[in-house]
């Protein structure tokens, strides 16, 4: 299972038009640079945090951890019964 290309296409678009779009849209005032920097930030960072979020999910680390009786319950409901070895 990989990365699929339409949705990080679609992010990073979405996330660049973000951080390049709205800064250039910002009002002229004494604040103007600050703004321009907290809204690349945001799109950056938010950007970044899904990109994380979403690789996570194509490797997770970790799988259910399942006790013995738990898996012969599971076996029994979806009808294919387990031997005791």
């Known amino acids: 299972m990989g990365a699929a290309f339409f949705p990080v296409l679609f992010f990073t678009a979405f996330w660049a038009c973000v951080g390049i779009g709205v800064p250039m849209m910002t009002p002229k005032g004494p604040n103007q640079s600050l703004f321009r920097c907290i809204m ?15 690789m ?15 898996i012969y319950i599971i076996a029994k409901e979806w009808g294919s019964e387990l031997k005791d070895g």
């Open 40 to 54: 690349m930030l945001t799109a950056a960072t938010c950007w970044l945090f899904w990109l994380c979020c979403y």
């Open 56 to 70: 996570a999910q194509m490797n997770p680390l970790l799988g259910p951890k399942l006790n013995q009786n738990t």
